[in-house]
Structure formats: structure tokens, C-alpha cells
């Protein structure tokens, strides 16, 4: 049983969920720089942009959560600043970090489409990294299960069970997304926005058989609110990237 307390430090506790989630920062962050300079794109507008939406994610990320269990904070009114719990959904950071980033990029004149897929690779490896923080949290975990790679969690009612380890999962194919991105960029892109729509078809599409096996799902009318948005994700990238490839022909 992992302990969520990494170390404490004159009496205030550091948590590894939020050392986790800023290790996935600070690496999109110099992934983007570094991406953003090929690209003709400074140093310093990247870090505006970043400076803007990495709040506007975290906020976004925790509201999309709290929108959807509205009851129980309704209820518990103080939790729901209680972000080093958990309670983050990464459909609603990149719904921040989407809709902010792109008012700096009009804000500087910045092509939108480039600047998504400077960051499209920081995406799959930052959920990778942050996926563990669920893990010292004990949360976001899948079904009963006696898989070798099972991990032993404290249920509520049954005390220790075997589970799914779905954030094990998903950082696993985070990183298969990652690979392909790369592989993507450099054998068949030629338009800005191919990466983010590659990252959103193929993240998506894990994430849509993933959240099946998870027992603490987001629901919308007894049904998984990450399943229909994946699939809504999946379903648009798609579209829009045949659309954008149809333009013209293969240099």
C-alpha cells in the first residue's frame, strides 16, 4: 500500500500526487521550448502560453470534476478545493488549456494549429507521469481482478481487494501515443494541427476501453462521461484530419 506523503517539510506535507503533477509540467515545458524553437516560435511566447494555461487546466480539470459529482460537493462545499485528493479530469485541464491557449496565441499572433503541435508530444508524456499520482492516491483504479500485475487497494466495504491498475494502463499507452506522434511527425505530417488530432484519435481511443474497466467513472445518464466524450474526440480528429489531408497532395 503506497503512502500518498512523499515527505513532510516544517510540518506541511508534500504529496506525491503533486510532485508527480509538476514533474509533468516542468517536462512539457522544456519538450515545448525546445519543439517551439525548431519551429520558429521564442522561448518566451511559449511560457506566456504556458503561464496562462496551466491554471486555466488545473481549474478547468477541477471544475469538469466537480461539475459531475455536483451532489456530494454540494454537500461538502470545503472538498472541493481539496485538489491534493485528486479530483482532477484531464478532459476538462485540456478544455482550460485549449481555451486559453488559444486566446494568447490570437493575443500574439501565434498559428494556433503550430502551436498545438509543438505541445502535441508534452500531452501523452505528461498524462504518463501524472497517471501515478492516482496510484499513491489509491484511486482511479479498475475492477476486481486476479491478474498477476493486480495492485491491492482498501475498498470501503470489502477492505483489501485486487484490482485492475487502470492508471498503469493508461500511462502504458500514453507513451505507445507518444511513439506514435513522433512516428506520425516525421513519415506522413503536412499540416499544422496533424499531431494534436493524431494525439486526440489515439488517446482517445485507450481512454475509451480503459475508463470500461474503472469502477469510479464520471456518469451522465448511467453512462461514462470519459467513454462519450472520448468517442465524440475520436469521431471529430477523424473528420477533420481527412479533412485537412484532402487539401492537397503528398510533397
Not at 459529482?69 to 488549456?97: R, T
Not at 506522434?181 to 488517446?203: A, H, M, Q, R, S
Not at 482517445?204 to 461514462?224: C, H, P, Q, V, Y
Request: proline share 4%; glycine share 8%.
Amino acid at each position: 500500500m503506497p503512502d500518498p506523503i512523499a515527505f513532510s517539510l516544517f510540518g506541511l506535507e508534500v504529496r506525491w500526487y503533486g510532485i508527480l503533477i509538476s514533474s509533468a509540467i516542468l517536462i512539457g515545458i522544456l519538450i515545448a521550448t525546445h519543439r517551439g524553437k525548431k519551429q520558429g516560435i521564442i522561448s518566451d511566447d511559449i511560457l506566456d502560453i504556458v503561464l496562462v494555461s496551466i491554471p486555466a487546466a488545473m481549474i478547468g480539470a477541477r471544475l469538469y470534476y466537480v461539475a459531475f459529482k455536483l451532489d456530494y460537493y454540494l454537500a461538502n462545499p470545503k472538498e472541493i478545493f481539496m485538489i491534493w485528493e485528486g479530483g482532477l479530469a484531464i478532459h476538462g485541464g485540456l478544455i482550460g488549456a485549449f481555451l486559453t491557449g488559444y486566446v494568447v496565441c490570437r493575443v500574439k499572433k501565434l498559428k494556433f494549429t503550430k502551436v498545438l503541435d509543438v505541445f502535441a508530444p508534452a500531452f501523452p508524456l505528461g498524462q504518463s507521469i501524472g497517471r501515478w499520482g492516482n496510484y499513491f492516491n489509491q484511486e482511479a483504479y479498475g475492477a476486481e481482478t486476479d491478474l498477476p500485475w493486480a495492485i491491492t487497494v482498501m475498498d470501503p466495504v470489502k477492505g483489501l481487494i485486487q484490482v485492475h491498475p487502470t492508471f498503469l494502463y493508461e500511462s502504458i499507452w500514453n507513451l505507445l501515443v507518444l511513439g506514435i506522434v513522433l512516428f506520425y511527425e516525421k513519415t506522413k505530417k503536412k499540416f499544422d494541427g496533424e499531431l494534436i488530432l493524431i494525439y486526440g484519435i489515439y488517446y482517445s481511443a485507450g481512454r475509451f476501453f480503459i475508463e470500461g474497466l474503472r469502477t469510479d467513472s464520471l456518469m451522465f445518464m448511467n453512462m461514462r462521461v470519459a467513454q462519450l466524450i472520448s468517442f465524440a474526440v475520436i469521431m471529430i480528429c477523424t473528420l477533420y484530419l481527412k479533412k485537412i489531408r484532402s487539401q492537397s497532395p503528398i510533397k
